[in-house]
């Protein structure tokens, strides 16, 4: 099997964890810095706290030789180590990992296939590619969508991918050209909106990572964009379906096909393997309304069950109740960390900014103990104006 990648786009990959690394933990991005791939790995995280072992660990991680690890120097260059990567990576490139945040916080490694990679990359082209001159990214290539969007997806439409400081101002738009492809996330596309600034004639764009409501399409619509196509899908799965405008029905992918239609619980397809080896079938994780064997429509997530104290638990169950305090505006319940215990925990909004925490708490807690059994029940209750996010707006873990 050839390699789907070459040096290059590895030290992309690199790159992009540093620079989600940092800003994971200062909020401060790299910018141009961490463009130069013969600078030491070192110089490029002077003065943050990441550390460099770290960055080793997690790409030697998603190309297979973990174990290189610990002879990746910070005194070497990106490009060295993109090579020694490379080189262990290319003698077997059937797969590829990456690092997701599953629901509770913990990263979660997800071993893909190539092939299956390059298939969707293909797809790809096929469905969002018309006559496009120019890939605009947002985000980081080390993520599923990033790495299908602005590595493969690049290579095999041949055309250029530019990645200017991601930051949704005037600049941004104005730095747009016709012909241009723009691949982002739904926070982004909002702060591009709150700019009220048209768009160049003829761009085209793409949002995924978290849901993206129809009123944000539109609005994007009635500021120029020419198309502005949704996909959906989820880290362990890739793209399942795409909606080329918010009033359309999801197409499915044709690398996926629907299977078990008769199941009325459930919506089940099954991956169409391009060397035609059998895969597992898989449960859509939403209510799914069938339109036709290739179109649907999204009508809800389903309930998350986790195990609390060997026992099964609605997380929505617990949200469910503590929503219906009179003070309080929404509420996300997660399990806890390793590192924090074996319970649920709550991050509340509560109605007003002028709440009185302290008594919020101690009735929320109360509440709690009267409608939902021991282990339902969120060990640790926090507050705040608005859900955690990470830079690509999808709801992250809290402390």
Not at 47 to 75: N, R
Not at 203 to 221: D, E, F, Q, R, V
Not at 361 to 374: I, N
Request: with cysteine; charged share 20%.
């Amino acid at each position: 099997m050839q390699p789907i990648l070459s040096i290059n786009d590895v030290c992309k990959v690199i790159l992009s964890i540093c620079h989600s690394a940092v800003q994971e933990q200062t909020s401060i991005p790299l910018r141009k810095l961490a463009t130069d791939t013969s600078r030491s790995v070192a110089s490029i995280l002077e003065g943050t706290p990441v550390l460099p072992q770290l960055i080793a660990v997690h790409a030697a991680t998603m190309f297979q030789c973990v174990a290189l690890s610990e002879s990746l120097s910070a005194d070497d260059s990106i490009a060295h180590w993109a090579n020694v990567i490379y080189d262990a990576w290319s003698k077997d490139p059937a797969t590829i990992t990456f690092i997701t945040s599953g629901s509770t916080g913990n990263p979660t490694p997800q071993k893909l296939e190539t092939a299956l990679l390059w298939q969707e990359a293909q797809e790809l082209q096929r469905t969002l590619l018309c006559e496009r001159k120019r890939i605009v990214s947002t985000v980081p290539c080390h993520h599923v969508y990033g790495f299908l969007f602005t590595i493969l997806l690049p290579n095999i439409a041949e055309l250029p991918c530019v990645a200017p400081v991601a930051f949704p101002s005037r600049a941004f738009i104005r730095g747009l050209e016709a012909g241009d492809f723009v691949v982002s996330f739904p926070l982004f596309w909002n702060g591009l909106i709150m700019q009220d600034l048209p768009f160049p004639a003829d761009i085209h764009g793409s949002t995924s990572t978290a849901p993206c409501s129809p009123k944000t399409m539109h609005k994007l619509l009635s500021l120029g964009i020419a198309r502005i196509s949704n996909i959906y899908g989820s880290s362990e799965t890739g793209g399942l379906g795409y909606q080329h405008h918010p009033d359309s029905p999801l197409s499915l992918f044709a690398f996926w096909r629907r299977i078990r239609c008769d199941d009325m619980q459930n919506s089940w397809i099954e991956r169409v393997h391009p060397l035609n080896i059998t895969q597992t079938a898989v449960a859509i994780p939403d209510h799914i309304e069938w339109l036709s064997p290739e179109l649907f429509s999204v009508k809800g997530r389903k309930d998350k069950i986790v195990q609390v104290g060997g026992m099964n638990v609605s997380l929505l169950k617990t949200a469910e109740c503590i929503t219906k305090h009179p003070d309080v505006l929404d509420c996300a319940v997660r399990l806890m960390r390793l590192d924090e215990g074996s319970r649920l925990k709550a991050f509340v909004l509560p109605k007003s900014l002028d709440s009185d925490t302290v008594v919020l708490r101690a009735e929320l807690y109360q509440l709690c103990r009267a409608h939902l059994r021991p282990a339902e029940r969120p060990k640790k209750i926090t507050f705040g104006t608005q859900f955690p996010v990470n830079a690509m707006g999808k709801a992250k873990d809290w402390d």
